[in-house]
């Protein structure tokens, strides 16, 4: 069965800082990845998507993650971090044998210092 | 185009008492979810339906039953709660075609059990 596994449930950086959240994922099959950020009391957004297209993708809000199948790895980086980014982060994957269902990693909650 | 749409937003019961959580997609998705979020636990899927007329079991779906009642629609029921099922609970939708594609989420439902 596939999985992910999240790395720190909780990073703290500051305001212009790297940002790095950790996600690594277990699969017999090429997966798809995701990463999902969700603000307080709200639901959950789409950041950005690995499908086999590019490994390196770039999402909103200036997010990428470069999917590395040698290390099982699909790291979400941010090169400056900001205040409105304070928020709770998600990795999820799909595909294989989980057929359309999304399996989600434990989330890792970001503060931004100023 | 309002997307994904639950109802109630929060809901307090006692423990014993029956409800049901309603959600409704315009995007004419296929597939939709019921998730529930728990602190440090990320979300696991509850019941999953894949196309009207159909549903499945997810990660933890004792205590819980749903109805996929068009396409549109697809609600989850708690026969008789139980303070365990305290959680914020999501409904989500997800665009045709394959488990690469992109999964939308409602705002959310908090549900208490006292």
């Known amino acids: 069965a596939q999985s992910v596994t999240q790395l720190g449930s909780h990073v703290s950086v500051s305001e212009g800082a790297l940002v790095l959240l950790r996600c690594n994922y277990s699969s017999s099959v090429p997966p798809y990845l995701f990463w999902y950020v969700q603000y307080p009391n709200q639901g959950l957004q789409l950041l950005l998507k690995y499908t086999s297209a590019a490994t390196l993708v770039k999402g909103i809000n200036g997010f990428e993650a470069e999917f590395k199948k040698s290390e099982t790895s699909f790291h979400l980086t941010k090169p400056s971090a900001h205040m409105s980014d304070a928020a709770e982060y998600f990795c999820a994957v799909s595909g294989g044998n989980q057929g359309g269902k999304l399996i989600f990693g434990q989330g890792t909650e970001l503060s931004v210092k100023p | 185009n309002a997307g994904v749409t639950q109802t109630p937003k929060f809901q307090v019961l006692k423990t014993g008492q029956s409800m049901t959580l309603q959600c409704a997609q315009d995007?004419?998705?296929?597939?939709m979810y019921w998730y529930r979020q728990d602190p440090g636990m990320g979300l696991r899927l509850i019941y999953y339906?894949?196309?009207?007329?159909?549903?499945d079991k997810g990660e933890v779906p004792n205590g819980y039953n749903v109805s996929r009642l068009n396409k549109r629609e697809f609600s989850l029921r708690l026969e008789s709660a139980a303070p365990s099922q305290t959680s914020v609970y999501f409904c989500?939708?997800?665009?045709?075609?394959?488990?690469?594609?992109?999964?939308?989420f409602g705002e959310g439902s908090w549900l208490t059990v006292v």
């Open positions: 339906s894949a196309s009207e007329g159909t549903t």
């Open positions: 989500a939708s997800r665009e045709p075609t394959g488990p690469h594609n992109t999964i939308y």
């Open positions: 995007m004419n998705h296929n597939s």
